[in-house]
């Protein structure tokens, strides 16, 4: 019908029918009228612009959901990210409200504190962030929970603590002395679980050393004022030693705990009476440099003696006169006994340490560190000795295998080859053997002191300063250790308390996860 107007045909079904309808005559009839050819393309038209518009459709409908969940997703980091922010911000909150808490010594409200900035055991470091501080502040109050005291000095003009140069347990481990820049030594008594100022030792200068008498609570300072003072803290007595004319280096009590020996910048060493304080003798001008150390012999028949000309020498303490020199090619910085008295251990600046056979003339060289070898320490049972050095670490040398040999010809042992070293992150100070020969026991220049097993050199307990710790002991019956630092303070730790610690975080991070107990202990 011309007349129908072509709106009407918007239906598509029935334009759809008709289409049909014209293809199906199409078929039985060689040729359609030109009317029926428009409509047929009229239909053919408008079913493309519908599918145009469908297809139009879908991709509008796309780019506005990519849109949206680009809009969702924006929303969602930035809430997180906030959320993070806060956390991380939080975490750093803690971290210093653990620091200061640890700087205050109250390490337990310190571990608190570090891991309420820490994540819940069920939530990943992703979404609750953990600031650095936090962790830091959480290895240092676990590894320092173990303080039992802080001793410290009164404070110096500029508002800061002295260094402590030294400190030691007296023989019964009821005394503590602590030796300071501050021209004084510090006698403290064990009370009730923790350590009481009971006397204060004056001098004129920095006291470098103290040391208790192996058969009584006597002890005897070593000072650059160049005198040594023996004190009593049961009779509260003191004794000057004058005689010296540059500083006192060191000072030792004989094993019977009847005399001093005291070695000095003045390139002497002298013995004293402990009872009366006298002068018993004083070393001919042998040494051509500055007497280090000064050290009995387990018989106390013999005396050696550490100098910066380059030797040692054991003296015989009948005749008073040199009985041998062991020569280093610089500084000797230590020299001891073996505890059966037949060997004698030197250390030197020459980064050797040497084994002497006092019966003979051979050596043993301990070879390899590089740098100055600061001290040497024999175990307890003589099979074993330890060095210290600069260059970071301390060795442990197994002797038993060698001692046979020292007797037929000199030799030389190879650090790594012939022992295992125990690393800080800077100089080592000093090594001390366990009352049982398990625990070597060291002292650095890295702020730490370091416990570590023998057998296998791990680390079993280590103690912090905020400074280099000089002096490292433990107490008689090695269940405490006491350290002496740079930071101002001695600190008395309690051993064997907390060893899981050191299992647990033995030098780094991350923490993964941590918990308390349901009784918070």
Not at 283 to 292: D, E, F, K, P, R
């Amino acid at each position: 019908d011309k007349g129908r107007d072509r709106k009407d045909l918007i239906h598509i079904d029935e334009r759809k029918k008709e289409a049909d309808e014209i293809q199906k005559l199409a078929r039985f009839s060689s040729r359609l009228t030109k009317l029926e050819l428009e409509y047929l393309s009229a239909c053919q038209d408008e079913q493309d612009q519908r599918d145009s518009r469908s297809r139009r459709n879908k991709w509008a409908i796309i780019v506005l959901g990519a849109i949206a969940l680009m809009l969702l997703f924006s929303f969602f980091v930035y809430n997180i990210s906030t959320k993070i922010s806060v956390l991380k911000l939080q975490s750093e909150v803690f971290g210093g409200q653990a620091q200061t808490r640890n700087k205050n010594g109250q390490f337990a409200t310190a571990i608190k504190m570090s891991l309420t900035g820490l994540p819940p055991v069920n939530k990943s470091e992703i979404l609750s962030p953990v600031s650095d501080l936090a962790k830091t502040e959480l290895r240092y109050s676990l590894l320092n929970n173990t303080l039992i005291k802080s001793l410290r000095h009164d404070l110096a003009p500029n508002g800061s603590f002295p260094t402590i140069t030294h400190a030691e347990f007296s023989s019964n481990g009821d005394f503590v002395a602590t030796a300071s820049t501050d021209s004084t030594a510090k006698v403290w008594k064990s009370d009730a679980g923790t350590f009481v100022l009971v006397k204060t030792i004056q001098h004129d200068a920095i006291v470098d050393f103290v040391t208790f008498s192996p058969i009584s609570s006597k002890l005897v300072t070593a000072s650059r004022d160049n005198t040594a003072i023996i004190y009593d803290p049961v009779s509260d007595t003191e004794i000057a030693l004058v005689g010296h004319r540059d500083f006192v280096n060191y000072a030792e009590f004989s094993p019977a705990g009847d005399e001093v020996v005291t070695a000095s910048d003045d390139g002497t060493l002298r013995r004293w009476s402990v009872a009366t304080g006298r002068q018993i003798w004083a070393s001919a001008s042998t040494h051509t440099g500055q007497v280090y150390r000064a050290r009995y012999s387990p018989t106390g028949k013999k005396i050696v003696s550490a100098s910066f000309d380059g030797t040692a020498i054991v003296w015989d303490l009948e005749t008073n006169q040199p009985l041998r020199r062991f020569a280093h090619g610089d500084f000797v910085t230590d020299a001891k006994f073996s505890p059966d008295g037949s060997l004698l251990a030197t250390s030197s600046n020459d980064g050797t340490a040497k084994i002497w056979d006092l019966d003979s003339e051979n050596t043993i060289t301990l070879e390899g560190h590089d740098g100055v070898v600061t001290q040497v320490s024999f175990s307890n049972s003589g099979s074993k000795i330890a060095t210290t050095s600069l260059d970071l670490s301390a060795a442990i040398w197994d002797l038993s295998a060698h001692l046979p040999e020292i007797g037929d010809s000199s030799r030389k042992l190879r650090l790594g080859q012939d022992s295992r070293r125990i690393f800080h992150r800077a100089a080592v100070q000093e090594a001390h053997f366990s009352s049982d020969d398990k625990y070597l026991l060291t002292a650095s220049q890295d702020n730490t002191a370091l416990i570590s097993d023998l057998e296998t050199t791990r680390p079993v307990q280590t103690f912090s300063h905020n400074g280099p710790v000089f002096s490292a002991r433990f107490s008689p019956e090695t269940d405490k250790v006491l350290t002496a630092s740079a930071d101002g303070s001695a600190r008395v730790w309690e051993f064997g308390l907390q060893k899981f610690v050191s299992a647990t975080l033995p030098s780094g991070f991350p923490i993964e996860k941590i918990a308390y107990s349901r009784d918070d202990k």
